[in-house]
């Protein structure tokens, strides 16, 4: 059937349209359905690759986290390590080997390797997030630099220990830097200010048995 004037004309028009639209729409269709192609494909290999990590966490967790009164054995202690290198290698980006790092230097503390335990802590802190969209936990990043001062502390570098640890905001972590700040002065010989810090440890809700016998030693030799 022939077509009338006004319909040839607005068939004109669409080829018209297409000749000057039509490529460039069309290849940004392409672009944005090939773009969402490879993001679905790049979160698939993110949550494997959080799985992968989760799994070798976990292993971690088997083996740090022993019946009570039985200690890592070697063999174990070496898996640990061994588990945190193949995290800090292959998912350095994920929670898990922040997190892995913790028990590595607990193991090398154990050793007496405390320089590598020391490197181990500080690997947290130099990998934390601080994106929009991921930033890694407040409370693992106070109880890093703790353990960081302890170490910092067992190597005999009060000094440096005493400016990592003032250096900090420990927020609901006051008590245990207190009582580190007070053990820092132990060694420097600054006695009041120690039994000050571990005052303060005790006002900020520490009551263990070790803080008790520290302020009881105190009272002793003054």
């Known amino acids: 059937m022939a077509l009338d004037a006004a319909e040839e004309e607005n068939i004109e028009a669409l080829k018209k349209w297409w000749d000057e639209n039509g ?18 494909l790049w979160q698939n290999s993110q949550a494997t690759d959080a799985e992968t990590a989760s799994d070798l966490y976990e292993e971690v967790l088997s083996l740090a986290i022993s019946e009570p009164g039985l200690p890592v054995t070697e063999q174990e202690s070496l898996r640990i390590l061994e588990l945190f290198d193949q995290l800090k290698v292959d998912y350095s980006g ?6 892995g790092a913790l028990f590595a230097a607990q193991q090398l503390v154990n050793a007496n390797d405390l320089d590598a335990a020391e490197d181990s802590l500080q690997w947290v802190l130099d990998n934390q997030q601080n994106g929009l969209f ?18 910092i502390l067992a190597k005999g570098e009060s000094e440096r220990a005493l400016n990592l640890v003032n250096g900090i905001d420990p927020k609901a972590f ?5 009582e580190l700040r007070g053990d820092i002065y132990v060694t420097m010989g600054r006695i009041v200010d120690a039994r000050d810090a571990y005052i303060a440890a005790q006002q900020a ?8 016998m520290k302020l009881d030693d105190l009272a002793d030799g003054s």
């Open 134 to 151: 991921r930033q890694t936990d407040e409370g693992l990043i106070l109880t890093t630099n703790l353990r960081l001062g302890r170490v």
């Open 23 to 40: 490529k460039p729409l069309l290849f940004f269709a392409i672009f944005v359905i090939g773009g969402y192609g490879a993001w679905l």
């Open 205 to 212: 809700g520490s009551s263990n048995d070790g803080l008790r």
């Open 174 to 178: 006051e008590a245990g830097f207190a």
């Open 94 to 99: 994920s929670v898990y080997a922040l997190y």
